[in-house]
């Protein structure tokens, strides 16, 4: 194994209990799962998907149905 950021999860991994690293290894395979679901998605999307949403997207924008991504931050970091 050459990747050494893998190797030191795995070294934390092997700490944990057997119950808590089943748990960590359920959320890691679910994790993988949907990464792949994503990619797998992603790659099957046509330039004329692509195309529909983002004209979907300037409609929102036109309409004023979009918040800044600025204004959002300030809300989330001021709670």
Do not use: C, H, P, Y
């Not at 999860?9 to 990464?35: C, H, M, P």
């Not at 679901?37 to 998907?49: I, L, M």
Request: glycine share 2%; no cysteine; charged share 30%.
């Amino acid at each position: 194994m050459n990747n050494s950021l893998l190797q030191k999860a795995i070294g934390e991994f092997e700490k944990l209990s057997v119950e808590d690293q089943n748990a960590v290894a359920t959320r890691w395979l679910e994790e993988l799962k949907d990464e792949q679901a994503w990619a797998a998605k992603f790659a099957n999307t046509t330039d004329k998907q692509w195309d529909n949403l983002a004209e979907f997207a300037k409609q929102d924008i036109s309409k004023g149905a979009v918040a800044s991504l600025d204004l959002f931050l300030d809300e989330i970091s001021a709670e």
